[in-house]
């Protein structure tokens, strides 16, 4: 493989131009975000002022006084022009299983769920939980929320009952969207039994008033009389047309909850103008839409980026979105590229998880195929290893594709840093530059100074707001303020180490808080670990994350045991489960370390820093081990832990 280090296409003038736009958005963002706004929606009455509020208030608000709707930014505004034009394609479990909405086709389907919906008491604010597999109809209700202004609370489909259940209390929403049963790589998933579960339990009983239901298996499922209703009965029964709720810039749009260093996942809030407009321009410029293309992000809806670049992104832009239900090895390794080969897409999104995970398998697989579709590559998630990187440009893309590294999270909406395709030259692991309206800095984590120049290292933090932003915890604006806005005042701090290269390139160096990033997915260390201590068996737990050659991390948890338990197989494996069921199997520890006890300074605080040097075999770097109220305990995790690797 060829080891350069900069991948420049002939863009200099492009790249000049990125640099000068990126200037004026953010000295003058108020002219830059009010142009792109009116340019890019369309509004049923333009805002009076651009944007208010700041960092330190935490008020945050985008185009004061906008009315606008986000589905028919995403779905009416095209019908006239591109009503036959396919608006989602999607593909089942199964290769070849494919259906296509046409804009006019998802109009209609919108307009009959959102009906549907109105006929059973839903109204604008309420919060609506989606626990739905990848299929069309996930789409069709986040945009159905949208219409009549009902705020969507999407749950991944691999979370846990106790989870969802958790997740209902938290929004209290009185409305539910599920399915039978879920397919994905050949196994079913009993989609609608763990929505019972969840609505039985204890902290969710009695909340739900309506569990809409709709078919993808025909397999059979408990059912709740005068709770539970077909939905695809009720939605055919309906007229196809339902007026546009008029929303609010500042209403909200959905929220979807999120993994933190401490507590219980929160739920983070994202509003109809700033979101939309965001979605809409980040799509556009991050993959270089252009009319006619086929946009395949292969994550799940259930994610932030499924939210922005399957659904709300590229519907905004007009252009054909994927949903795909399946894995990456199902039936086979080959199915990514035998899907871009039959479906011609022009961009392909993923994550290095699933890069790292294909590359094992050679160049003998994708090079069977026809790749020849594709125009830009995408990554998001975790920080890319070159290593997958070059495959991904060199074997995939031919060297033909730009590859862009989009950082985003869940509370920024959308990228926020990332190369424009074509206009930024690449380095493979680095995200490169900011988007457009975004003012990134490194600050010195202990004093909270901003360090200049380049090649340098620190935390990540952003100086001015971006329409984007989440506006609020749910019911939690506290904590809002104390986990983005006060660790450094002034700026919005995303939880990122970052080191800034001598060409002022940004290079992600991954959380500097107790979350762990695991295939992708965030998983806060805190609710591994009171997973674990719910257990009768667990005296105190610490989870602790590893570097892992797929899963990019894996979790690894010491445990003290209570009294009474012994350590055996049995056991770990019960506690493996404990975790399964308080989150969901995505989060299933790695390694689970029963010991009679654990590394702690004299005044009882666990030393993670040395539990994860151990976890991750780094034992010569241990560092002061003289300040632990027991230092041989030390050597017995280290013999545990290579036992186990
Ligand atoms: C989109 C998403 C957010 C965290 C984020 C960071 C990591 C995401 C990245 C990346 C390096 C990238 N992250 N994209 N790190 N390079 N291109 O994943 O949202 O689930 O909220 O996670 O993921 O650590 O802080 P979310």
């Known amino acids: 493989m060829t080891l350069k280090e ?66 028919y930014n995403c779905v009416d505004r095209h019908v006239e022009e591109k009503g036959d034009q396919v608006a989602i394609l999607w593909e089942g479990d199964e290769p070849g299983d494919v259906k296509e909405v046409t804009y006019s086709d998802l109009l209609r389907r ?76 050949g196994k079913t998933i009993p989609l609608k039994n763990i929505s019972d579960n ?81 979605s809409h321009v980040t799509a556009k410029n991050s993959f270089d839409l252009k009319e006619g293309d086929k946009f395949a992000c292969v994550a799940d809806a259930g994610w932030i980026t499924g939210h922005t670049y399957i659904v709300y992104g590229p519907l905004s832009n007009g252009v054909t979105t994927f949903m795909f239900e399946s894995t990456p090895m199902y039936p086979d390794v080959g199915r990514y590229w035998d899907m871009v080969q039959r479906h011609k897409f022009t961009q392909f999104y ?42 991904y440009y060199e074997v ?20 926020v840093i990332g190369n424009l395709p074509g206009v930024t030259p690449m380095k493979p692991g680095s995200c490169t530059l900011p988007h457009f309206g975004v003012e990134t800095v490194v600050l010195d984590a202990q004093t909270g100074k901003e360090i200049e120049g380049n090649d340098v290292s620190g935390v990540l933090a952003i100086k001015q707001p971006w329409p984007g932003i989440t506006r609020t915890c749910l019911g939690d604006h506290e904590r809002y303020l104390n986990v983005y806005m006060k660790p450094y005042p002034g700026y919005y701090f995303p939880g990122d180490g970052v080191t800034r290269d001598k060409d002022g390139y940004i290079w992600i160096t991954g959380r500097v808080d107790d979350v762990l990033n695991v295939s992708g997915h965030r998983i806060g260390t805190a609710e591994v670990e009171s997973a674990l201590v719910a257990h009768p068996a667990v ?60 590394p702690m300074t004299r005044s009882g605080k666990i030393m993670r820093r040395i539990l994860r040097k151990i976890a991750s075999g780094e034992t010569d770097s241990l560092g002061d081990i003289t300040t632990l109220g027991d230092p041989s305990i030390v050597q017995v995790l280290i013999d545990k832990v290579e036992g186990m690797t």
């Open 6 to 71: 900069v991948y420049a296409p002939n863009t200099d003038s492009r790249f000049d131009a990125y640099k000068a736009e990126h200037q004026r958005s953010i000295t003058d963002p108020t002219s830059y975000w009010g142009e792109a706004a009116l340019d890019s929606l369309s509004w049923f009455s333009p805002f009076d002022t651009v944007s208010q509020g700041s960092f330190i208030h935490g008020d945050i608000a985008w185009f004061i006084n906008g009315k606008l709707n986000t589905c």
């Open 110 to 185: 919108v307009c009959q769920v959102a009906n549907a919906m109105k006929s059973q008491g839903v109204k604008k604010g309420d919060a609506v939980t989606v626990y739905l597999p990848m299929m069309v109809e996930v789409a069709v209700v986040m945009l159905a929320c949208a219409r009549i202004g009902a705020v969507h609370s999407v749950i991944f489909a691999g979370f846990s009952a106790d989870a969802i259940a958790e997740r209902i209390a938290a929004s209290g929403s009185k409305w539910y969207f599920t399915s039978d049963e879920g397919k994905r790589g």
């Open 198 to 278: 969840a609505m039985n339990k204890d902290v969710a009983k009695g909340i739900v008033e309506k569990c809409f239901v709709f078919k993808r298996t025909g397999g059979e499922t408990g059912w709740t009389e005068g709770r539970d209703v077909w939905m695809d009965d009720l939605a055919a029964e309906q007229r196809p047309y339902c007026p546009c709720e008029v929303m609010d810039s500042e209403d909200p749009l959905f929220i979807l909850y999120t993994s933190g260093s401490t507590g219980r996942p929160k739920g983070v809030l994202h509003t109809t103008g700033g979101y939309t407009l965001w």
């Open 350 to 391: 993923t994550a290095p998880t699933a890069i790292r995970s294909l590359m094992r398998f050679g160049d003998d697989e994708p090079n069977r195929y026809d790749l020849s579709s594709l125009r830009v590559l995408g990554t998001v998630g975790e920080p890319i290893n070159p290593e997958a990187w070059r495959w």
């Open 396 to 415: 995939i893309g031919k060297e033909k594709c730009s590859v862009v590294d989009t950082y985003f999270q869940t509370e920024t909406a959308g990228h």
């Open 539 to 598: 005296a105190q737990a610490a989870a602790i994350g590893f570097p892992h050659d797929i899963k990019g991390q894996g979790i690894c948890c010491y445990t003290t045991l209570t009294n009474g338990y012994e350590e055996s197989e049995d056991l770990i494996k019960e506690l493996r489960n404990a975790v399964r069921t308080s989150i969901g199997p995505f989060a299933t520890p790695d390694m689970i370390i029963p010991s009679s006890s654990l």
